[in-house]
T-cell receptor
Framework: DAKTTQPNSMESNEEEPVHLPCNHS???????IHWYRQLPSQGPEYVIHGLTSNVNNRMASLAIAEDRKSSTLILHRATLRDAAVYYCILSSGYSTLTFGKGTMLLVSP | DAGITQSPRHKVTETGTPVTLRCHQTENHRYMYWYRQDPGHGLRLIHYSYGVKDTDKGEVSDGYSVSRSKTEDFLLTLESATSSQTSVYFCAISAAGGGNQPQHFGDGTRLSIL
């Protein structure tokens, strides 16, 4: 399975934008880039996914590099509720999700 | 929020006893999954189902069995629970199995085997 690399942790201030990076240099042409997050004591929550083009939804934006070897999850205005572990995952065909250790996002008031 | 209900939410039991966890969905999604989450390991797939009576093994399937007799229910059974199966168990669903399909997760079952 193609793997992803994320920083262990990042910090942000409330109401500021947050850019969470993910490297996936061995991505294949059929791999979708998924982002999930997990708040303390809760199940993972789907955030966004994309293949080649940048994607936006009500939660976040996903910026995908032109060569697809990296991507960035953008939270436009961080809130305290956005403090969570964020997982960047590649998925293709009928493969299931493989969760790594993710990035722990700390948000300060 | 996706209509996923896991039961029980918490359970404490003894080594050697059988345990069954239930995942119920109201979304009529074809795919259902069972994961476990342990400190230092992240989420790991146990089994998944791609339709009624169609199941397959995941990364950590030893000691677990599953059944899916109806679209809405996916059961995870520990035939003879061991302390190493103490974990938080999450059920997930997706409409289909391709890479373009997001998964939606339940709130988890915290299982303690004494």
């Amino acid at each position: 399975d193609a793997k992803t690399t994320q920083p262990n942790s990042m910090e942000s201030n409330e109401e500021e934008p947050v850019h969470l990076p993910c490297n996936h240099s061995t991505i294949s042409g059929t791999d979708y880039i998924h982002w999930y997050r997990q708040l303390p004591s809760q199940g993972p929550e789907y955030v966004i996914h994309g293949l080649t083009s940048n994607v936006n939804n009500r939660m976040a934006s996903l910026a995908i590099a032109e060569d697809r070897k990296s991507s960035t999850l953008i939270l436009h205005r961080a809130t305290l509720r956005d403090a969570a572990v964020y997982y960047c995952i590649l998925s293709s065909g009928y493969s299931t999700l493989t969760f790594g250790k993710g990035t722990m996002l700390l948000v300060s008031p | 929020d996706a209509g996923i209900t896991q039961s029980p939410r918490h359970k404490v039991t003894e080594t050697g006893t059988p345990v069954t966890l239930r995942c119920h969905q109201t979304e009529n999604h074809r795919y259902m999954y069972w994961y476990r989450q342990d400190p230092g390991h992240g989420l790991r797939l146990i089994h998944y189902s791609y339709g009624v009576k169609d199941t397959d093994k995941g990364e950590v399937s030893d000691g677990y069995s599953v059944s899916r007799s109806k679209t809405e229910d996916f059961l995870l059974t520990l035939e003879s629970a061991t302390s190493s199966q103490t974990s938080v168990y999450f059920c997930a669903i997706s409409a289909a199995g391709g890479g373009n399909q997001p998964q939606h997760f339940g709130d988890g079952t915290r299982l303690s085997i004494l």
